[in-house]
């Protein structure tokens, strides 16, 4: 499995659990990296459920929130699931207004989500 | 950092009573926001400004000064963006000013229609209005200002 510098990988069952390493998810090389190894999950992983726990995450840019679409994308065209729980109100709100919130899969809680795959 | 305290408005306003100020020029480089944001969010707190203020603030300053670096300036070494700041208890404004050719923001397209809601980009220009109480751009298109007024 590669070294992810920017993500936190686990397993729970059959499910891919994602914790961030970072609490701002904004400065442009890291975006670029954060992508990087997400994608890295789906493309040379080939893992099928994937759930991003935003859990600490307390700011991301439209440049972070590109790289989640892509992911989405990508999930979704090799037949997985992918699912986020722990979103705090304020990036909440930037899905809602942005209407991702109808894109994505959003849970409150980690064992929420993991009991919807 | 680099700080300027010569930036005085035209017309003074009670707003503008103990404010902090930063006028500086970023070079066209990623994560150039950085020299604006950190002082700009100390100073949202050291003026009372609640957090999800504070987080609608930083995010239309960070995608502004992003745009005008990758979008105005192209990320051209010889040119610079322009950033002045003021933060009173009742008051954030930002302007932002780059050297590239503008734009026509009344052309951004809806990027919450069907057919872009899954494109990876175009969503700044619309968290920016969306987030702050004002937002008004030059005729050219290369100065955007941005006003949050607390309440």
């Not at chain 1, 459920?49 to 307390?58: K, T």
């Not at chain 2, 006028?23 to 100390?42: D, F, K, N, Q």
């Not at chain 2, 009372?48 to 239309?60: C, P, Q, T």
Request: proline fraction near 3%; include cysteine; charged fraction near 30%.
């Amino acid at each position: 499995m590669p070294t992810h510098q920017r993500i936190d990988v686990s397993k729970v069952g059959d499910v891919t659990v994602v914790r961030f390493n970072d609490r701002k998810i904004l400065d442009e090389a890291k975006i670029i990296q954060f992508g990087t190894e997400l994608f890295s999950l789906v493309d040379l992983d080939n893992r099928k459920s994937i759930l991003l726990n935003f859990d600490g995450v307390e700011f991301l840019s439209s440049a972070a929130l590109g790289k989640l679409i892509t992911l989405d994308r990508k999930v979704k065209s090799h037949k997985g699931r992918l699912k986020m729980s722990n979103i705090r109100r304020e990036i909440y709100d930037v899905f809602q207004v942005t209407k991702l919130n109808k894109v994505f899969d959003i849970h409150d809680a980690e064992a929420e989500a993991l009991s919807a795959f | 950092m680099a700080h300027d305290s010569s930036v005085h408005a035209a017309n003074p306003s009670p707003d503008d009573v103990g404010a902090w100020r930063l006028a500086v020029h970023l070079p066209s480089e990623r994560g150039a926001s950085r020299i604006v944001t950190e002082g700009l969010l100390e100073q949202l707190g050291v003026h009372g400004w609640e957090s999800a203020d504070v987080f609608s603030i930083h995010l239309a300053a960070e995608e502004a000064i992003v745009n005008a670096i990758v979008h105005g300036n192209k990320l051209d070494p010889h040119k610079q963006v322009y950033v002045e700041c003021l933060v009173s208890p009742e008051l954030v404004r930002v302007e932002i000013t780059d050297e590239g050719a503008g734009f026509d923001p009344a052309q951004v397209p809806d990027c919450t229609s069907d057919e872009r809601l899954e494109v990876p980009s175009g969503r700044g220009v619309m968290l920016m209005r969306t987030f702050m109480t004002r937002i008004e751009y030059n005729e050219k298109g290369n100065r955007v200002l941005m006003e949050k007024r607390k309440g």
